[in-house]
C-alpha cells in the first residue's frame, strides 16, 4: 500500500514540476536548461528529463542560442507555438467571438458574430458549433488540444450549467461544455466571462500581481467581477463568486432577473447606459445622438463631448464607483482593474470619476494602500482568458491531451 501511495505522489509531484517549467516557458518566452534549473529549483536532470519529454511531445522545441553564466552558451528553450492550439470563445450579449490561439495566450486569428437580438440559446449554440467547426477545419494542420469558453452570467463550473445570462433568451440549465464536448470531442472548459478576465490579467501580470488580492471588473453588458487571492481565483461554494452586478446599489430599485432589486448592473451597463439615452432622446433633449443610435455613436458622442452623452458616462462611472466602494470594503484588494465596454469609452475619464468617487467613500487609510487601475491588455481579457483557462488545464497534465 505504502510504495502505491509513493508511486501516486511521485507522479503527482512530476506533473506539478511540469506545470512549473511550462509556466516558466511561458513567461520568459526563450530560457535554457539552466535558466530552468535555477528559477526552478529542480534538479540538472531533472529538467532535462522534462524537457526531452516535451521535445519529444512537441510540446517545446529548441530555438536559438542563449549567452549562459559564465559567457557559456547554452541551447533556448521555446514553447512550440506552431503546433498546438486552443480554441477560445467569448460569448455576450450581443454577439460572440472565436479564437484560435496558442498555449501562452497569443490569439492568432479572431473572428467576431453577432447575435440577433431574438435568437434563443439553442440557435446560438448552433451557430457557435458551426463556426467553431470552420475554423477547426480551416487550422486543421494544428492540433488543438483544448476549448476554453467565456460566459456571461453566473456559470457552475462543477456541473456544467449556466444559471442564467441577463438580456438573453433561454439560457437557463444550458449545458455549455457537455454539449460542445459531444460535439467536438475535445475537452472544453468554461468559464464565467469576468472570471476569464482575471485570469488574462494574472497571466499576462503574474510578476506584479501574483501575490496580492486582485479584482477585475467587467463593465459591459452587463457587470461581474473576478477575484484573485494569491494567485488563485475566488469561486465560492457553487462558483458563483464576484457576481457584483447583482449586488442592490437602491433597495428600491428595478426588479432583476436575479431576483434582487436595484443591482448595480441595472444602472451602469452599456444596456443600462443605452436605455437612460433612448429614454432622454425620445423626451427631446439636445444632443447630437439619433433615436436607436448604437453603443458606437454613444462612444462617438462622448468624444466628441456631447453633453448629454458625457452626462450619462460620468453617472455610469459613478454608479461604477458605488460597486467599487462596496468591493474593496468586502474584500480589501490592492488592485482594482476595471475593463470591459463600458470603461473603453473614454477610460481615463472613467479612471478619473472613479478614483475620485470611490477616495470620497472609503477610509483615507484604505484608500492609500488600493490601487485602481483600467485594464491595458492588448486583446479582448475575456478572450485571452477563455483561452488561459484551457491552455492551465493543458499546462497541468500536458500528455493527457494529446491523441495518439
Ligand atoms: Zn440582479
Known amino acids: 500500500m505504502k510504495e502505491k501511495f509513493e508511486s501516486v505522489n511521485q507522479e503527482k509531484q512530476q ?32 529538467i532535462t528529463n522534462i524537457i526531452n519529454d516535451f521535445i519529444q511531445h512537441d510540446y517545446v522545441i529548441e530555438d536559438g542560442i542563449l549567452e549562459g553564466e559564465k559567457g557559456r552558451r547554452c541551447i533556448g528553450i521555446r514553447i512550440n507555438g506552431e503546433k498546438y492550439r486552443i480554441l477560445g470563445i467569448m460569448i455576450t450579449r450581443q454577439y460572440y467571438s472565436i479564437g484560435i490561439m496558442g498555449l501562452s495566450g497569443e490569439v492568432y486569428e479572431e473572428r467576431k458574430y453577432y447575435l440577433d437580438a431574438r435568437q434563443n440559446a439553442h440557435e446560438t449554440m448552433e ?65 464565467n466571462d469576468a472570471n476569464c478576465g482575471a485570469y488574462a490579467q494574472l497571466w499576462f501580470r503574474e510578476e506584479e500581481l501574483y501575490k496580492n488580492d486582485i479584482i477585475y471588473i467587467i463593465a459591459g453588458q452587463g457587470v461581474g467581477c473576478g477575484i484573485i487571492s494569491k494567485g488563485e481565483l475566488l469561486k465560492g461554494n457553487m462558483g458563483l463568486a464576484g457576481e457584483i452586478g447583482h449586488t442592490s446599489i437602491n433597495f428600491e430599485g428595478p426588479k432583476c432577473e436575479c431576483g434582487n432589486r436595484g443591482c448595480l448592473e441595472k ?9 437612460k439615452v433612448q429614454k432622454r432622446i425620445a423626451n427631446g433633449e439636445y444632443t447630437m445622438l439619433k433615436s436607436g443610435c448604437s453603443f458606437e455613436d454613444f462612444k462617438n458622442a462622448v468624444r466628441c463631448g456631447d453633453k448629454l452623452a458625457l452626462e450619462e ?20 484588494p490592492e488592485y482594482v482593474i476595471i475593463g470591459d465596454a463600458l470603461a473603453e469609452v473614454e477610460s481615463q475619464l472613467m479612471r478619473r470619476v472613479v478614483n475620485n468617487k470611490v477616495k470620497e467613500h472609503i477610509r483615507p487609510v484604505i484608500w492609500e494602500k488600493t490601487q485602481i487601475k483600467m485594464n491595458d491588455l492588448e486583446y479582448n481579457p475575456i478572450l485571452i482568458g477563455a483561452g488561459v483557462v484551457a491552455a492551465q488545464k493543458v499546462f497541468e497534465n500536458p500528455f493527457q491531451f494529446i491523441k495518439e
Open 15 to 46: 506533473q506539478m514540476n511540469r506545470t512549473l517549467v511550462m509556466n516558466l516557458l511561458r513567461k520568459k518566452r526563450l530560457c535554457s536548461r539552466a535558466e530552468l534549473a535555477k528559477l526552478t529549483g529542480l534538479k540538472r536532470a531533472t
Open 127 to 191: 451557430d457557435i458549433k458551426q463556426k467553431s467547426r470552420q475554423m477547426l477545419e480551416e487550422y486543421k494542420h494544428t492540433d488543438v488540444l483544448a476549448i476554453g469558453i467565456a460566459v456571461p452570467g453566473p456559470y457552475r463550473v462543477e456541473d456544467g450549467e449556466v444559471l442564467y445570462i441577463t438580456n438573453l433568451i433561454g439560457w437557463d440549465g444550458v449545458m455549455l461544455a457537455k454539449d460542445m464536448k459531444e460535439e467536438f470531442d475535445i475537452p472544453v472548459y468554461v468559464e
Open 267 to 275: 444602472y451602469c451597463s452599456t444596456i443600462a447606459v443605452m436605455e
Open 313 to 332: 458616462y460620468r453617472m455610469a462611472c459613478e454608479f461604477l464607483a458605488i460597486g467599487v466602494v462596496n468591493i474593496i470594503n468586502q474584500l480589501n
